[in-house]
């Protein structure tokens, strides 16, 4: 089973900084999707950034501001918020796909972690 835990969330003020990262732990072979997510009260879940197949795509909304890299090293992927907007406020999710040791395929949720943009 593959577990991914998400930090860095919190408080920034409008035009600030943050970034998030999450990390997977568990008998992992190979990681082929990794993505974030965010929902805002009262919305659906919407795609911030993904990358697969080596291409990497952006929310309209934030292409410019946000950077979604990853250590394959650490199985860590990173999400990089610059000018954050109050519209950014929502809880954010990532999302990693790929092969477990057991070669079954795997998708995984993080469990989530507050941005607050707000003066």
């Known amino acids: 089973q593959v577990q991914l835990v998400e930090s860095g969330g919190g408080l920034v003020q409008p035009g600030g900084s943050l970034r998030l990262s999450c990390a997977a732990s568990g008998s992992i072979f190979s990681i082929d999707v990794t993505g974030w997510y965010r929902q805002a009260p009262g919305s659906q879940r919407e795609l911030v950034a993904i990358?697969?197949?080596?291409?990497?795509n952006y929310a309209d909304s934030v292409k410019g501001r946000f950077t979604i890299s990853r250590d394959n090293a650490k199985n860590t992927v990173y999400l990089q918020m610059i000018s954050l907007k109050p519209e950014d406020t929502a809880v954010y999710y990532c999302?990693?796909?790929?092969?477990?040791?057991?070669?079954?395929?795997?998708?995984?949720w993080g469990q989530g972690t507050q941005v607050t943009v707000s003066s």
């Open positions: 999302n990693m796909g790929g092969l477990a040791a057991n070669f079954n395929r795997f998708n995984s």
């Open positions: 990358t697969r197949g080596g291409s990497t």
